[in-house]
Structures are given as structure tokens and as C-alpha cells.
């Protein structure tokens, strides 16, 4: 097995910290000259791996303020993980998710391999409706493992103050820090095309993802249905 850099030893040790809950969402690291003191290593070598850290999206660095846990906020959510835009329209505006069902479960094949864990094994299974301008164009079905979900209540996510990665890292410290998507093209079928507004024959976009964690974990699985007709699927690459 290939041994780690020094700055890979480092990022490994400040993830592993965050995983804990020592530095919680939103809160500044330690200085530089105490982090790297308390690590035993160079300030290059810290830099080192809190750059990587920050290309992440997992701490964030705030100019003349240090350097800070990434939480979830409305602009993080809006730009980072919301893909969903108007025709020709340049910006994602007016999100609103309404809760279909929440129920208790047990997992299929597919939902254990890609949330790796047993096959029969407990989990939450969620369907959502995203609005748009008022206009449903997206049906989320997510799944969760109820063990690192154990307390989730349909009151808790009808209720919550924010986002639904924000209700999972604020309520049950599960970060989500970047996310593998895959699309292909299907049909809408009966149930889906009630609640998109369209023919159970009309094309439709199908976003598969997995919500990965700090440490690559997988946390959440989502299979997202959208309505084409008037908005599409909007992806940025910075390189």
C-alpha cells in the first residue's frame, strides 16, 4: 500500500477531526503557527493540505479572517448542488421543495451498493417535488441509512430551517461535500407524470446521484426525475 505525504498525513488528520465534530460547521481552524505547532509540521506543509481541503468545498477560507468549516448555507446550495435552470435562463432562482412521503424501509440491491451497506439493511426512502416559480419540474427520490439517520421524523424535515443538506449536517452532522452524478433519458411514466404535468410517454431527464461525505462516504442516494419541457439541467466546470 503507497504510504502518505506528509500533507496528506495532515489533511487526514484535520478531516478526521472534523468527522468528530471538534471544529463544528461554520467555526474558524486553529492559527496556522498553532495548528501547524499542534500537528508537528512546516507551515508549507499545513498550507499544503488545507488547500486541498478548501478545493474540496470542505473549509472555506474568508479573507483577513482565517480559514472556516463549510456549512450549508442558501448561496453554497444555490451554486454548488442546485442544477436546475429555466431555458436559456443563466441563473437558478426560486427553489422550493414540498414533501411527497417519508417512510421506513428496507434496502433494495441497488440502494446497498450505492450507499454501501447490507441488502435488507433499514432505510429512509423520501420523495420530494421541487418547484420552481411554483411549478413542480423535479420528483426526488432519496435514500438514506436509518443508522446514520436514526432520529429523522417526517416533522424534522417538513420543519426544518434551511436545506435538506442542511438539516443533515446541522441535525445529524453528516457533511455532504461533493456529489457523483450520472444522467440518462427516460419516460415519465403514469405516477411521475401526474405530478410533473405531463403524458406518461414524454421524455424526461434522470439524475442519478450519490451525496458523498469527508471521507468520500456515501450519504445520501437520490434518483432526481425532471420535467424538460421548459427547464434543463445546468452543469459548471472550473478548471
Not at 503507497?2 to 477531526?17: F, G, H, M, P, R
Request: hydrophobic content about 40%; charged content about 30%.
Amino acid at each position: 500500500m503507497k504510504s502518505l505525504t506528509a500533507y496528506q498525513e495532515v489533511k487526514q488528520k484535520i478531516t478526521e477531526d472534523l468527522v468528530r465534530g471538534r471544529y463544528p460547521m461554520g467555526q474558524a481552524l486553529p492559527a496556522e503557527k498553532d495548528l501547524s505547532k499542534e500537528l508537528d509540521v512546516s507551515i508549507g506543509t499545513l498550507r499544503k493540505a488545507v488547500d486541498e481541503l478548501v478545493a474540496e468545498g470542505i473549509v472555506i477560507r474568508r479573507q483577513g479572517r482565517g480559514t472556516y468549516v463549510a456549512e450549508h448555507d442558501l448561496k453554497r446550495l444555490l451554486y454548488y448542488f442546485f442544477h436546475v435552470v429555466k431555458h436559456d435562463a443563466d441563473k437558478k432562482v426560486n427553489p422550493r421543495v414540498e414533501l411527497i412521503s417519508l417512510n421506513s424501509a428496507i434496502a433494495n440491491k441497488e440502494e446497498a451498493y450505492k450507499l454501501q451497506i447490507k441488502e435488507g439493511a433499514p432505510v429512509w426512502r423520501i420523495l420530494n417535488c421541487l418547484y420552481i416559480s411554483d411549478q413542480c419540474v423535479m420528483i426526488d427520490q432519496i435514500t438514506l441509512d436509518k443508522k446514520r439517520f436514526k432520529s429523522l421524523t417526517r416533522a424534522d424535515f417538513i420543519n426544518r430551517k434551511g436545506s435538506i443538506y442542511q438539516l443533515y449536517q446541522m441535525h445529524f452532522g453528516q457533511t455532504v461535500v461533493r456529489s457523483s452524478e450520472r444522467l440518462r433519458a427516460g419516460l415519465a411514466g403514469k405516477q411521475y407524470a401526474e405530478w410533473l404535468g405531463l403524458k406518461p410517454t414524454s421524455p424526461v431527464l434522470v439524475i442519478r446521484r450519490v451525496a458523498l461525505g469527508m471521507q468520500d462516504e456515501p450519504l445520501e442516494w437520490r434518483v432526481s426525475t425532471l420535467n424538460t419541457e421548459q427547464h434543463e439541467y445546468f452543469s459548471e466546470l472550473v478548471v
